[in-house]
């Protein structure tokens, strides 16, 4: 659990230096999309990392029905919910660097 947490941050931090040195491009729509490849990278390293910790599935009847993974389901709901912050705040914060670069959303 604790590996997942370092990698949670480290993946927020690239998140958010990506973000930091994007914002300052002023390119066209090409190069924003040379440079959107550098966060997919950043994202397939967090995905690849996060699989590497085979954690059980918080969801799975396996995890429910286990008494002992009480507080590995509580700490699980709790990344999630974390995770799910950080992950809203990229996707916002890409939208609106596409849509600023001419990218229409459909």
């Known amino acids: 659990m604790k590996l997942a947490e370092e990698y949670l941050e ?7 230096a990506f973000f930091v040195e ?6 066209s729509p090409k190069e924003i999309m040379r440079e ?7 994202i397939r390293k967090y995905i ?3 699989n590497s910790l085979h954690l059980p599935c918080p969801k799975s009847n396996k995890t ?3 008494p002992e993974l009480r507080r590995y389901l ?3 709901k709790n990344f999630e919910t974390k995770e799910k912050r ?3 705040n990229f996707t916002q914060r890409t939208n609106q660097i596409l849509t ?3 990218f229409k959303q459909v």
């Open 100 to 102: 600023s670069a001419g």
């Open 48 to 50: 690849e990392r996060m």
């Open 86 to 88: 950080i992950i809203d």
């Open 64 to 66: 429910k029905n286990d």
């Open 74 to 76: 509580y700490w699980a």
């Open 36 to 42: 959107m490849v550098k966060y997919e990278k950043i």
């Open 10 to 16: 480290e993946f927020e931090q690239q998140g958010e």
């Open 22 to 27: 994007l914002q300052g491009v002023t390119a």
